[in-house]
């Protein structure tokens, strides 16, 4: 069985930072790739950022400049930082990952993290 656990959301102030964490965990093969999505009341989830096993990243237009996703040092985790937030950024973070366990290639979800950016 494998989770993805999702940390670092919170309430921040317009301008502020943010980082999240994503890790995956149990019986992984390959990951084939990481993202982050979000869902602001309301409205559809939308992917933000994503990295793929190359290395290889890709933005939503709306965060790119300020947004960054990257590897951790730590195994099969994943890092949003979020610089110079803006209230519209308010929204529920998702971590999405491609996961291979064995030979099958699955889709796992987290439970979600809340960001709140508000004076």
């Known amino acids: 069985q494998v989770q993805l656990v999702e940390s670092g959301g919170g309430l921040v102030q317009p301008g502020g930072s943010l980082r999240l964490s994503c890790t995956a965990s149990?019986?992984?093969?390959?990951?084939?790739?990481m993202s982050w999505y979000r869902q602001a009341p309301g409205k559809q989830r939308e992917l933000v950022a994503i990295i793929i096993s190359g290395g290889a990243t890709n933005y939503a237009d709306s965060v790119k400049g300020r947004f960054t996703i990257s590897r951790d040092n730590a195994p099969n985790t994943v890092i949003l930082q979020m610089n110079s937030l803006k209230p519209e950024d308010t929204a529920v973070y998702y971590c999405?990952?491609?996961?291979?366990?064995?030979?099958?290639?699955?889709?796992?979800w987290g439970q979600g993290t809340q960001v709140t950016v508000s004076s």
């Open positions: 999405r990952a491609a996961i291979v366990v064995v030979v099958t290639e699955d889709d796992y």
């Open positions: 149990g019986d992984i093969a390959k990951i084939n790739y």
